[in-house]
C-alpha cells in the first residue's frame, strides 16, 4: 500500500508560478514510477507527466517547456514545477504511483495513461487567473 498527499495548489495569476509536491508512504518510494494527472470541471482526467525510477521524463504536449516533473528518492516525495501558468491549466492535480518492475522496464506511452498507477492521491486544485 502506498499513501500519496499532494501539497501546494493554490490561486495564481497567469504567468506565474507554483510547486506542486506529493509526499509518499508505505511502500518503497524508488520502485514506483510516479505520474501527475489533473482534471478540470467538465473534462476527463488527463495526463501531465511521469518520472521513472531513473528519473526519465516525459510530458504532455500541453505543458513541454512549462513544467518540471522531479523526484526525491531520500525525502519520498515527488514536485511538479510549474511555470508560465495559463488558464487552461486550472483543475484538481492528482499525483499517482505505478510500479515499475524495474529502471529499465519504462515506456512513455504506458506510464502516460492513468491504467498503470495503482495509487492516487486526494488532490490540489490549482486556479489560474486571467
Known amino acids: 500500500q502506498v499513501q500519496l498527499v499532494e501539497s501546494g495548489g493554490a490561486l495564481v495569476q497567469a504567468g506565474g508560478s507554483l510547486r506542486l509536491s506529493c509526499a509518499a508512504s508505505?511502500?518503497?518510494?524508488?520502485?514506483?514510477?510516479m505520474g501527475w494527472f489533473r482534471q478540470a470541471p467538465g473534462k476527463e482526467r488527463e495526463f501531465v507527466a511521469t518520472i521513472s525510477r531513473s528519473d526519465s521524463t516525459y510530458y504532455a504536449e500541453s505543458v513541454k517547456g512549462r513544467f518540471t516533473i522531479s523526484r526525491d528518492n531520500a525525502k519520498n516525495t515527488v514536485y511538479l514545477l510549474m511555470n508560465s501558468l495559463k488558464p487552461e491549466d486550472t483543475a484538481v492535480y492528482y499525483c499517482?504511483?505505478?510500479?515499475?518492475?524495474?529502471?529499465?522496464?519504462?515506456?512513455?506511452?504506458?506510464?502516460?495513461?492513468?491504467?498503470?498507477?495503482?495509487?492516487w492521491g486526494q488532490g490540489t486544485q490549482v486556479t489560474v487567473s486571467s
Open positions: 508505505g511502500r518503497t518510494f524508488s520502485n514506483y514510477a
Open positions: 499517482a504511483a505505478a510500479a515499475q518492475p524495474a529502471p529499465g522496464y519504462y515506456s512513455n506511452s504506458y506510464y502516460s495513461r492513468p491504467t498503470p498507477y495503482g495509487y
